[in-house]
């Protein structure tokens, strides 16, 4: 069957086409993505403006409309963290109902999380083991552990890296003094919830990234994708340490000029590669492995799963 997944994130809104059927690997068909950066329309109370909502509104209709003209089997919409922390959330998605024509399904950070490691597991397989997963998304950072399908502790901090550039780094390049106290903060947030939810865990047999700011920072630190399978090299952290002094000095027009930096990327990759190099600091990950499957690929997969238990 063809199913069709368009995923609202902080960043952008991305359509993603697949051929799939129970048990077998979701063959892509068809993606787009339409970049909006949500994070930066914000009001003071924390509400999406009005430009905004049409912003969102005109690219999921866009996405909607590709959908009608290849044609699915089913539609599946989810939203994460910017609609679902946004304080005029539910009028902004009854908003996307009546003009898009699509209603969403908001994803708690829990769901993203556990939904992104079933896409991770079943990339990797069994032999994998104890998987710990760091995903970084606009505007939330899941973290997750387990040696199942579905992790056996799960945590979402807002340290996405659009949120984490609006709020620390706002200038462009930003002070030594905004770069340490968004370091300071996100090592306090990292280390109470290793304290709290990951202390009594196994050390984990593989440390996975996964999200579109993971890719780009290992195709930064390692370089391009294997030729052959697409497989992206690990991220060291002491490769991650090295570049981001160069990636601070610079402001961000210039970043998007770097091996593996997108346009849409060159704003806010510093605050995460910062952010994910504390992580991997607070967690004592020396080597990141990169998924290249993630929320999209394991929304597919529940649904294909359900598919298939109901015959």
């Given at each position: 069957m063809r199913l069709g997944v368009i995923d609202v994130g902080s960043n952008t809104v991305h359509l993603l086409i697949v051929d799939?059927?129970?048990?077998?690997?979701?063959?892509?068909f068809h993606s787009q993505r339409s970049t909006l950066r949500l994070m930066r329309y914000l009001d003071a109370e924390g509400a999406i403006t009005e430009e905004g909502q049409r912003l969102l509104v005109d690219a999921i209709r866009e996405?909607?409309?590709?959908?009608?003209?290849?044609?699915?089997?089913?539609?599946?919409?989810?939203?994460?963290?910017?609609?679902?922390?946004?304080?005029?959330?539910?009028?902004?998605?009854?908003?996307?109902?009546?003009d898009a024509g699509i209603e969403l399904q908001v994803l708690t950070g829990d769901d993203e999380a556990r939904i992104t490691m079933l896409a991770v597991r079943r990339?990797?397989?069994?032999?994998?083991?104890?998987?710990?997963?760091?995903?970084i998304g606009g505007g939330s950072f899941e973290i997750a552990q387990g040696a199942d399908e579905y992790p056996d502790v799960q945590v979402s901090l807002p340290l996405g890296a659009g949120r984490t550039t609006i709020t620390y780094l706002r200038d462009d390049p930003p002070a030594r003094e905004a770069v340490s106290a968004l370091r300071a903060h996100a090592r306090a947030e990292f280390t109470a919830v290793r304290e709290r939810l990951f202390a009594d865990r196994p050390t984990p047999t593989r440390v996975v990234g996964t999200s579109?700011?993971?890719?780009?920072?290992?195709?930064?630190?390692?370089?391009?994708?294997?030729?052959?399978?697409?497989?992206?090299?690990?991220?060291?952290?002491t490769g991650l340490r090295e570049w981001e002094p160069t990636l601070r000095e610079m402001p961000s027009?210039?970043?998007?000029?770097?091996?593996?930096?997108?346009?849409?990327?060159?704003?806010?990759?510093?605050?995460?590669?910062?952010?994910?190099?504390t992580a991997m600091k607070v967690f004592e990950v020396s080597t990141l492995t990169v998924s290249p499957w993630a929320l999209r690929e394991g929304i597919?997969?529940?649904?294909?799963d359900a598919l298939d238990a109901r015959g």
């Open positions: 799939a059927h129970p048990g077998a690997s979701p063959v892509p996405a909607v409309e590709a959908v009608a003209a290849i044609g699915v089997d089913d539609l599946i919409g989810t939203a994460t963290s910017a609609i679902r922390e946004a304080a005029n959330g539910e009028q902004v998605l009854a908003r996307i109902a009546a990339w990797f397989g069994w032999s994998a083991g104890e998987i710990l997963l760091f995903d579109k700011t993971i890719r780009s920072l290992a195709r930064l630190v390692g370089g391009p994708a294997d030729p052959v399978t697409g497989q992206l090299a690990p991220i060291h952290y027009e210039v970043r998007q000029y770097l091996p593996g930096i997108t346009p849409e990327r060159g704003y806010q990759i510093l605050a995460g590669a910062i952010v994910l190099r597919v997969m529940r649904y294909m």
